[in-house]
């Protein structure tokens, strides 16, 4: 399969089925908090629930699976942050395959550890995931073993998109569907399920502003490396997507929208402390921002509304903001700047021409 060539739905269902009893089918919850902010309902797909911690085990047991006997001997070898290192380290071992998995220096130490503990060799090179890539690069090219890509291959783009077919089975009324995104894996796949069953709903990418190489990819019709990157959303700081990746948000994904750090932030808070208080479904004035401001939003009607019939769901993915040295903070969702104008944007955006250039959001106030 060439880079330009898109994976198929029967490639995800196929994905499927090679999954089946290895991945968790990780629930979708109802999020009282942003429902209330949205006035309609918003469902987090817990992929913090799945095993490893995030949907990245989809992807790399699906490509670690189809590997030959010949290359199964030669091992293989990752670089990640530490979700797709845990993923990768977990694949392996229920497979039988040796694995070395490069880390930056800067990975959490809880990451690095249960890297270990799933059997992994780690080692620990440069400072980002992209540092960390071009030395699992080399471990490749010398001793032959397996790159098992965080995002740049059709196989993980495939077991990634199983997240969206279980979205689809478990919501088939789903309007919009926000992914973060960092190389682009889960967002390929995710719009490669939905789109095929039910291509009217949106699927829309969220980077971390401080991260974000796709618009600048997608304006120039190829992959541009960002010259630096700064954010707290480690596991979505990646400098540069991969061809097949690119090939696949250009052609079915409907939007790729920035948030900034402290919109990360915020998100994150507000969903520990009101998942964490038992949030009732009620609304609490006329609205409110992530960070509890008041917005210019009402649920049922007037400007910007989200209509009822829209369900938009914040695709999870069990991420972790790091919060100083070895040290983090679960995020239960990815990040979403304001997710009330963040998923009334992006439900909105289905009324819309499909723009070339994805438009950065402006705080709501
Ligand atoms: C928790 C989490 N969410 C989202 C992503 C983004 O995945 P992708 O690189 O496939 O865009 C990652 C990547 O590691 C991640 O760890």
């Known amino acids: 399969m060439g880079a330009e060539e898109l994976v198929t739905l029967a490639d995800i269902q196929a994905a499927q089925k090679l999954l089946s009893g290895i991945v968790r089918v990780t629930p979708l919850d109802e999020s009282p908090p942003l429902a209330a902010r949205l006035g309609g309902p918003v469902y987090l797909k817990c992929e913090n629930k799945q095993r490893t911690g995030s949907f990245k085990i989809r992807g790399a047991y699906t490509r670690i699976a189809r590997l030959s006997e010949a290359d199964r001997a030669r091992g293989v070898v990752a670089a990640s942050a530490g979700n797709h290192a845990q993923g990768v380290a977990l694949a392996a071992q229920l497979l039988g395959i040796k694995s070395t998995v490069f880390m930056p220096t800067t990975a959490a130490l809880p990451k690095i550890?249960?890297?270990k503990g799933y059997g992994a060799s780690?080692?620990?090179?440069?400072?980002?995931?992209?540092?960390?890539?071009?030395?699992?690069?080399?471990?490749?090219?010398?001793?032959?073993?397996?790159l098992v890509h965080p995002f740049n291959h059709p196989d993980i783009v495939a077991g990634q998109g199983t997240t969206g077919l279980e979205i689809l089975e478990a919501c088939p009324e789903v309007a919009t569907i926000v992914v973060a995104t960092g190389g682009g894996g889960l967002l390929s796949g995710i719009a490669a399920a939905v789109k095929a069953i039910s291509p009217h709903v949106r699927v829309v990418g969220v980077q971390a502003e401080g991260a974000a190489a796709f618009p600048d990819s997608l304006?120039?019709?190829?992959?541009?490396?960002?010259?630096?990157?700064?954010?707290?959303?480690?596991?979505?700081?990646?400098?540069?997507?991969?061809?097949?990746?690119?090939?696949?948000?250009?052609d079915l994904v409907d939007d790729v929208v920035t948030v900034s750090d402290e919109d990360i932030t915020r998100a994150l808070l507000l969903l520990l402390e009101r998942s964490k208080a038992g949030c009732r479904a009620g609304r609490r004035g006329g609205g409110g921002s992530a960070d509890g401001r008041a917005a210019p939003f009402h649920p049922t009607g007037g400007r910007g509304a989200l209509r009822r019939q829209h369900r938009p769901v914040v695709a999870a993915s069990g991420h972790r903001a790091r919060h100083g040295r070895g040290r983090s903070l679960p995020l239960l969702h990815g990040p979403v700047r304001r997710p009330a104008r963040l998923a009334r944007r992006a439900a909105h955006a289905g009324r819309r021409r499909r723009r070339e250039r994805p438009r950065r959001l402006t705080p709501a106030c």
Request: aromatic fraction near 2%; charged fraction near 15%; charge should be neutral.
């Open 113 to 115: 550890a249960a890297t």
């Open 122 to 146: 780690v080692r620990l090179r440069g400072l980002t995931v992209d540092d960390a890539l071009v030395a699992a690069s080399r471990f490749a090219a010398d001793t032959g073993a397996i």
């Open 219 to 250: 304006a120039a019709g190829q992959p541009v490396a960002l010259a630096a990157m700064t954010t707290i959303a480690d596991g979505i700081a990646v400098g540069r997507p991969g061809e097949v990746t690119l090939a696949h948000v250009r």
